[in-house]
């Protein structure tokens, strides 16, 4: 297949208010080019609308009807991702009739694995028909529902684009690659062999611990963190999670873990805390694979904060490198990853794999929404 531009779309749970925009060209089996990346403000009130839906959510749980929030934010936040696109394009003079599709990942909401033999259970709000026919171009959504469908995990997705790119690098297995958003993900290869799974919280617990003390929306570069002191018999304690022995492919809610593990600690030593149990998941993850990896190629936002950066090399005790120091764009892969993978659904190639999300075979993913007629 020739390669084709395509448009990935991400927001992640941690809610920054930002929309991650990034265009790559790719045939969904490697990265052909990079293209131009952006982030994007969503619109005043939005954020507060899904901090809402997310308690509606956990409140609502699976059980019995959906949330009416839940509509009223999906058509918000599709409207508004779809104008972020419009706005991408026409600053970096493109057209809808130059990309093959547009990857919605839409907004997590709730997600569990499966646990006790029953299928697990996910929910991403985004509405593909209604961005398709505001963009003018096809879009692939509802990446995850399929996998949890056969079994799976449901997440994370984003192995099979990892591979692409430590291919990309001609990195071996000695390396492997960590997302900080939220929830923490790590993807470790053997030529075409992958495994994955989410290693535990990451961004999500501190920036609650800090937004609910201060008001701030997080731990600007970690500096209220490397003021304080961790509590060692506490973190150890933490570290006894039974999550953290659990064999891989396994995945986690954003709020699987809270802010409430650091309770009764000062605002500086919480932080300390929470930073560093974060960064000692890792290592407890690392320690579950196949073989343990030398270092680390680190993207999404946590990467920007150096005092976890430095736990977790400490920690995890591995080299933790930021994703520009390989040549990669360390906050657009995720975005990326999403482009990647709307060209693999339309080509019926498979999005999670047995030892990625647990699936018995791998699986296709994500539904196509035509590009309007006109």
Request: aromatic share 6%.
């Amino acid at each position: 297949m020739t390669p084709e531009w395509s448009i990935g779309l991400m927001t992640g749970t941690v809610l920054d208010g930002n929309i991650d925009v990034a265009m790559i060209r790719t045939d969904g089996e490697t990265v052909d080019a990079f293209g131009p990346y952006a982030l994007m403000p969503y619109p005043e009130g939005l954020r507060d609308l899904l901090f809402r839906t997310f308690d509606a959510a956990r409140a609502w749980g699976f059980e019995g009807p959906e949330p009416a929030i839940f509509r009223e934010a999906e058509i918000a936040l599709t409207r508004a991702q779809a104008d972020a696109v419009n706005a991408f394009l026409v600053d970096h003079d493109f057209t809808a009739s130059d990309i093959s599709a547009v990857g919605f990942h839409g907004q997590t909401v709730l997600h569990a694995g499966p646990q006790g033999g029953k299928r697990g259970n996910t929910r991403q709000l985004g509405d593909g028909a209604l961005m398709a026919g505001i963009v003018g171009a096809g879009v692939v959504y509802d990446f995850r529902s399929a996998d949890v469908a056969a079994g799976g995990q449901g997440a994370p997705l984003a192995p099979v684009y990892h591979h692409a790119l430590l291919m990309r690098i001609g990195a071996g297995r000695e390396t492997a690659i960590l997302n900080l958003g939220g929830v923490a993900n790590i993807t470790w290869c053997d030529g075409e062999a992958m495994v994955a799974c989410d290693t535990g919280p990451a961004n999500a617990p501190v920036n609650d611990w800090v937004r609910q003390h201060t008001g701030a929306e997080m731990d600007v570069d970690g500096r209220i963190a490397a003021s304080g002191r961790v509590n060692e018999a506490r973190l150890e304690e933490l570290l006894r999670h039974p999550y953290l022995m659990m064999p891989y492919p396994k995945s986690l809610d954003r709020f699987s873990f809270l802010a409430e593990m650091a309770e009764g600690e000062t605002l500086a030593n919480g932080a300390a805390l929470l930073t560093a149990f974060s960064a000692a998941a890792v290592g407890k993850a690392l320690d579950l694979l196949p073989i343990r990896p030398e270092r680390l190629v680190v993207c999404g936002g946590g990467r920007h904060n150096p005092t976890l950066m430095r736990e977790i090399s400490a920690r995890a005790r591995v080299m933790a490198v930021a994703a520009e120091d390989v040549g990669l764009r360390g906050d657009a892969v995720e975005a990326e990853c999403f482009a990647f993978l709307a060209v693999r659904s339309k080509r019926g190639l498979p999005l999670s794999f047995p030892t990625t999300t647990g699936v018995s075979q791998p699986t296709m993913g994500g539904i196509l929404a035509p590009a309007p007629a006109n």
